[in-house]
């Protein structure tokens, strides 16, 4: 039987109502999903088909997390293609790039930072350092994604998030850090787009990933404006076991199989912007959302995982 999914999507193509109302019937499907067939552009900010494209290739060579991604592996890796705002998707004043490898164990994810003066305030753990200038990485699963951020002091902010109307069927629920009647649980609608078309979430920020490692590499000196600084590079480590809630609602595989697909997102928040006539929203993304708001995983660039340890 054909997939209903992939008929809507020929259907959707399809600008002859008659022809459209034909092949509902033969696939057996009600005429009103013709009409109820929503486009894109209505659905979310950016256009989900649009998003980046990116491989994350394997790789055998032990990793140190230092932050200086100095080994060969990083050396080698496929570095993506500079950072673009988040609303407009043009390019960006500094330069930003992110490269992921993985293995059995883990996957690693790397930044390379230009900043001409690097600038940190906040060292305790999950302090609002996007009120400073800050690296993320957000991770989807079918029904919760993980947000991570971290500054040039290496201080980490995360957080989980689950859909609300997979939240007690996923057993979410039940789980101590993630249960709503823990003080650090709480309802979520979004940061710029409250109007997802699967409601609200409920965020966690009693989650810890397990066994998650981080380091950041200064070029130059932190909070120190007398002298220009190259910028700095952050090396992040997330252990596979430790994603199991994302893998929960539709049981992917951990580690990942070759050629299976993750949504993550790549970004970067600056305190400053460029300056006039440039609309620079002081966020900067691999894969632009059309909106002031991380929280949208339709946006998040494909990530495909390959066995591979380089491109052919």
């Known amino acids: 039987m054909l997939n209903p999914e992939l008929a ?3 259907i959707a193509r399809i600008h002859n109502g008659l022809l459209k ?5 033969f696939l057996g499907l009600p005429l009103a999903a013709a009409a109820a067939e929503p486009k894109v552009a209505a659905k979310f900010p950016c256009n989900p088909e649009e998003a980046a494209h990116y491989t994350a290739y394997r790789t055998h060579e032990a ?3 230092d932050g200086k991604l100095d080994e060969k592996c990083w050396k080698e890796a496929v570095r993506s293609p500079r950072f673009v705002d988040i609303i ?30 690097v600038q940190a305030t906040f060292k305790d753990y999950n302090s609002p350092i996007y009120y400073n200038n800050d690296v993320e990485v957000f991770i989807a699963g079918k029904d ?10 290496n201080t980490v902010y995360e957080a989980l998030f689950m859909w609300q109307d997979t939240y007690e069927k996923t057993g979410y629920s039940e789980v101590p850090e993630l249960k709503r009647s823990n003080p650090k649980v709480t309802g979520f609608n979004g940061v710029g787009f409250t109007t997802h078309p699967r409601g609200p979430r409920v965020g966690s920020w009693d989650f810890r990933f397990p ?6 590499h200064i070029d130059g000196t932190l909070n120190d404006d007398k002298d220009k600084d190259r910028g700095w590079t952050v090396e992040l480590c997330f252990p596979w076991e430790g994603m199991k809630h994302l893998a929960k609602g539709d049981g992917r595989a951990l ?5 299976d697909i993750w949504r993550i997102d790549f970004s970067r928040f600056n305190q ?9 929203s002081g966020g900067w993304f691999l894969s632009k959302h059309g909106v002031w708001d991380s929280h949208v995983p339709e946006c998040f660039p494909y990530v495909h995982f390959s066995q591979k340890e380089k491109p052919e």
């Open 255 to 259: 580690p990942p199989k070759d050629g």
């Open 21 to 25: 109302a034909s092949l509902l019937s």
């Open 63 to 65: 990793i140190s997390v």
């Open 8 to 10: 809507h999507r020929c």
């Open 272 to 280: 400053y912007k460029a300056p006039a006539p440039a609309k620079d």
């Open 211 to 216: 066994g998650m490692k981080t380091a950041v």
């Open 144 to 153: 919760a994604y993980y947000e991570f951020e971290i500054n040039a002091y």
């Open 88 to 117: 407009s998707g043009k390019p960006t004043m500094y330069d930003t790039r992110v490269a992921a490898l993985w293995d059995e164990k883990n996957l690693y994810v790397g930044y390379w930072v230009e900043e001409p003066n």
